[in-house]
């Protein structure tokens, strides 16, 4: 964590160095004095940190590294937030500048007695830093790095002696792993097992690796464990010793004195002719694979390479050939866990009654990951069984347990390991999500935005700073440290989260390091400085804050009081200038505190599903605001001072209504000349109240998401022309003003909009327009209350779109047949048919739709039949009907297994009907 706030505040420091400097005057020097400094710490930082758990003066260093990193941004935002403040505050005239002058001039004072003290500190820092670079240059380093590589060994030995008795769920991926293994296949294959840290690959691929069939198929047999400290020399003589150890013959001393390629060379001789099979456990690179991958022989004897990593790039990159296959190792299944842990804290099948309901909201903690169940179930099975009062100190303390002084310190040391083996600038963006509560489906775009509103993205050239970011969350997804909870119909990441050993060892690093703090009714002990504070049912007096002077960010979660004006407003007085980010998600608002319009860094605001009705006018203020969220508010009009944000780029507006009132998309007025916050990415729900308004968003040339609401027909033309410009649009909302209002869509103006993956029309449609029908990139498209008629042919229209993966008509469709024609929707996964009121025969054909999974009919009240050719879709895995026909309805519910419509659904897995009954539905499964 030292590395990466170090990282960040480098960045800081070059920014203010080669903008301000004539506001830093004399205090140039000694700024770049900190930022040499911390500069030539920076590369050491990483391997120290790797190392600190091991070492307690290196625990001491780092924290004072982070100590004096952090009150330099502090500092440094004081700074800026001062000046601003000066220039913004000051009075007209000449004594306007008098009393900015002397107020600059004592802050000036004030902020290099700061710099100065910060300045000695780094010195003396640096000095320590010299001491410990000797110290790890030397022998003392390579002890250290081989006591850490020892550690991380002893943790991996465990899983190579288990009997496979003691073994829960491993039959059938040993199975499956074998028959990959044992095929008849002559090339070289490799297998790669890849997952999240404590799943097991390393154990299950030991049995295999010691199964008596597997060992008799091969001449040469190697065990090398890779691990993060690769060392190409170390490995490849270790493999050596292996092969020479299993015919009994000593190495060739001249081996101790070869060079890389000589290595490689002699590895290669010996191997060849030879069928071979080699296990790498614990892959972390790439670039590990690929220099082990060079000295494998491929002689067509049947050889095979078998590979574990968490890491899921690199099981794709060594699985590249036709043959190579890739197992995702899962989480155990709940019967599964349930037997593990009681044979592991009870050594039997059974749990004592008194004892199951504590001990299933154990077991639920470890989410199916076997190394937590066996470490968990090893603490409980030394408690007294009759203590029950035991047994629930270990649920509520379960952060205590994993956090290095419990005995699951052995999980701890290994999910570290992903954790230590990320880049600087990952880590705060992974160690920023202990804020949110357990089980807690996090918001991929709204988490995206916190992170670069805090810094911790690093800007490229030419590239978008969400793009960037993205980039983060796909590699903590690809490093297996975070879930996907869900997707959306086309697949794009919905909603991601942690697994609650994850998070608990985020929790306490980040406590450990005074990164978060989360306020809840049961806090008692706040640190020195909070920086980022999450609040989960907090209640007690703001006034008690006496910590809040270098917060950066306040996020509030569901609490049974929610936060009040009034506790807003004392919160914020006198206490965070510094924030950054300030999420109110939830709270009961009459207004918004005048205090938050004091917060000169303020990035994010969100007002979501807050009572706010109204946008003052020192909205204005917020000249750093990045992102304003006013969804769910009672906000239908905004500030002409909104124009002054002139660093704004996601302005989310309005919301959804009653589904079941199809006209309830709601948006909010802007002003005339919003075409001036060029740096827009995202603009939800604006509503298109005049030619003016359409014609503007032409200016936003940035946009990557627009929103617009209750177009009318007129404008049709004006918003097409507008949409040329925008030609790195990603997804469009068209909502029409009224329900009989037509949106006028089809002119000779045809935008590219070449990145368009997703669409949504609503409103009626003369016919679908033909720009639509040529979009190369678009993934979903979803026509509501168009009313299209029979004879405008429009599955024809939509099914040569060639990436089309979800597709929604819902009052769309006026004609009685649908007709899927062969050759069409060649990668639709998702299809629903909506309130399609004459419907009466859907046909399917054949070659049509070939990757559907999913198909949804809702309120097609004339269907009497199910769809003609549904055996067609032979991939379909979801069959749902809701609010059809009572004949339908009944057909499907009471299907004889003999008749040919059973035939025709025999295939899909699941078939459900759904009925709304009392306000709500009610879902039978066949």
């Given at each position: ?54 070492d ?28 601003a ?31 100065k ?73 490799v ?39 690769f ?20 190495v ?71 043959l ?39 077991l ?80 991929v ?29 796909k ?22 989260g ?64 929610p ?19 300030l999420?109110?998600?939830g709270?009961?608002?009459?207004n ?21 009705k ?7 203020k ?9 969804r ?5 009009e ?57 014609r503007?968003?032409?200016n ?20 097409l ?73 429009v ?35 998702h ?33 009497q ?10 991939r ?51």
């Amino acid at each position: 964590m030292a590395e990466s706030v170090v990282g960040i505040l480098i960045e800081q420091l070059s920014t203010l160095l080669s903008q301000e400097i004539t506001l830093l005057g004399g205090l140039k020097s000694d700024v770049q004095f900190i930022k040499d400094e911390l500069g030539s710490m920076k590369a050491f930082l990483r391997e120290a940190e790797a190392k600190e758990d091991n070492d307690s003066q290196l625990q001491e260093w780092l924290k004072q590294v982070r100590e004096v990193a952090y009150d330099t941004e502090d500092v440094l935002d004081d700074f800026t937030f001062r000046f601003a403040l000066g220039y913004m505050d000051g009075f007209c005239g000449k004594a306007g500048k008098i009393y900015n002058s002397i107020k600059n001039l004592k802050a000036r004072h004030q902020i290099s007695l700061k710099i100065k003290d910060i300045k000695a500190r780094v010195g003396e820092i640096s000095k320590r830093h010299r001491r410990f670079q000797s110290q790890y240059g030397t022998q003392e380093r390579g002890f250290s790095s081989s006591r850490q590589a020892n550690a991380d060994f002893d943790i991996r030995a465990q899983s190579l002696f288990i009997e496979e008795a003691q073994l829960v769920g491993i039959d059938k991926p040993k199975a499956e792993l074998i028959s990959k293994i044992l095929d008849d296949h002559s090339q070289l294959k490799v297998v790669s097992v890849v997952g999240m840290g404590g799943l097991g690959k390393t154990t299950l691929v030991k049995k295999v690796y010691d199964d008596v069939a597997v060992k008799k198929q091969f001449q040469s047999h190697a065990w090398i464990t890779v691990s993060q400290n690769f060392q190409f020399n170390d490995i490849i003589k270790n493999l050596i010793q292996q092969l020479y150890n299993e015919i009994r013959q000593p190495v060739p001393p001249q081996v101790e004195s070869m060079n890389d390629i000589m290595l490689s060379e002699f590895v290669k001789d010996f191997l060849q002719e030879k069928r071979y099979i080699l296990v790498l456990d614990d892959v972390w690179s790439i670039a590990a694979w690929e220099a082990i991958k060079c000295v494998l022989p491929d002689c067509n004897t049947a050889s095979r390479v078998v590979l574990t990593t968490r890491i899921a790039d690199v099981a794709s990159a060594s699985c590249l050939g036709s043959l190579n296959f890739i197992y995702k190792m899962e989480p155990l299944s709940d019967k599964e866990s349930w037997t593990l842990f009681c044979n592991r804290a009870f050594q039997s099948n059974d749990c004592p009654p008194y004892l199951k309901e504590v001990a299933k909201k154990i077991l639920k903690k470890c989410k199916g990951l076997p190394l937590a169940i066996v470490a968990i179930g090893g603490v409980l099975a030394l408690k007294d069984k009759e203590k029950t009062d035991e047994w629930e100190m270990i649920l509520h303390g379960f952060g205590g347990e994993a956090d290095g002084s419990g005995k699951l310190d052995r999980i701890k040391r290994v999910l570290l390991l992903s954790y230590n083996d990320l880049p600087h600038y990952l880590k705060s963006c992974l160690l920023y999500l202990s804020i949110y509560p357990e089980d807690y489906p996090i918001d991929v775009d709204d988490i995206l935005l916190k992170w670069i509103a805090l810094g911790f993205v690093e800007e490229e050239e030419g590239i978008t700073s969400t793009d960037i970011a993205m980039s983060y969350m796909k590699e903590l997804i690809n490093r297996s440290l975070i879930q996907v909870k869900s997707t959306l119909d086309d697949r794009s990441l919905d909603k991601c989260g942690l697994h609650d050993f994850v998070r608990e060892i985020l929790v306490s690093k980040s406590k450990e390091q005074s990164f978060t703090t989360v306020a809840t009714r049961y806090h008692t002990r706040w640190p020195e400085k909070v920086r980022h504070l999450a609040i989960h049912n907090f209640t007690d007096n703001p006034q008690e804050f006496i910590s809040l002077k270098c917060l950066r960010s306040v996020v509030t979660f569901g609490y049974e009081d929610p936060l009040t004006t009034t506790f807003v407003s004392k919160f914020l007085h006198g206490g965070p200038k510094l924030l950054k980010v300030l999420d109110l998600d939830g709270a009961e608002l009459d207004n918004i505190p005048k205090q938050v319009f004091k917060l000169f860094h303020l990035r994010y605001l969100s007002l979501n599903g807050t009572g706010v009705k109204i946008i003052p006018k020192s909205i204005g203020k917020l000249q750093n605001l990045e992102v304003i969220d006013l969804r769910r508010t009672n906000v239908t009009e905004l500030p002409v001072e909104i124009l002054k944000l002139r660093k704004l780029r996601s302005l989310w507006l309005g919301g959804w209504g009653d589904y079941s009132n199809e006209y309830a998309i709601w948006g909010c007025k802007c002003p005339l000349g919003i075409g001036k916050l060029i740096c827009l990415e995202n603009l939800t729900n604006i509503e298109a109240d005049s030619d003016k308004i359409v014609r503007e968003i032409g200016n936003l040339m940035q946009l990557r998401r627009l929103w617009i609401t209750k177009l009318r027909r007129e404008d049709g033309k004006e918003l097409l022309s507008s949409l040329l410009r925008l030609t790195y649009l990603q997804e469009l909302v068209i909502s029409c003003s009224k329900e009989d209002e037509i949106l006028d869509l089809q002119h000779s103006i045809s935008p590219k909009l070449e990145f368009l993956t997703r669409l949504i029309l609503k409103g009626r449609l003369g016919r679908v327009p033909q720009w639509a029908t040529s979009l190369q990139s678009l993934r979903t498209l979803r026509l509501l209350n168009s009313r299209l008629r029979e004879d405008e042919n429009v599955i024809g229209s939509l099914g040569h779109l060639p990436n089309l993966v979800s597709l929604t008509l819902y009052r769309a469709y006026e004609g009685e047949t649908l007709c899927f024609e062969v050759g069409g929707f060649q990668k639709l996964q998702h299809l629903e048919l909506v309130q399609l009121t004459r419907l009466k025969w859907v046909r399917v054909e054949e070659e049509s739709m070939p990757s559907l999974r999913i198909l949804r009919l809702g309120a097609c009240k004339l269907m009497q039949e199910l769809p003609s050719g549904i055996q067609n879709l032979t991939r379909l895995e979801s069959l749902g009907f809701y609010e059809m026909s009572n004949e339908l309805m009944h057909k499907v519910q009471n299907l004889d297994k003999r008749s040919e419509d059973y035939q025709t659904i025999s295939h899909i897995p699941q078939v459900f009907i759904g009925h709304w009954i009392d306000g709500q539905w009610e879902w039978t499964f066949l």
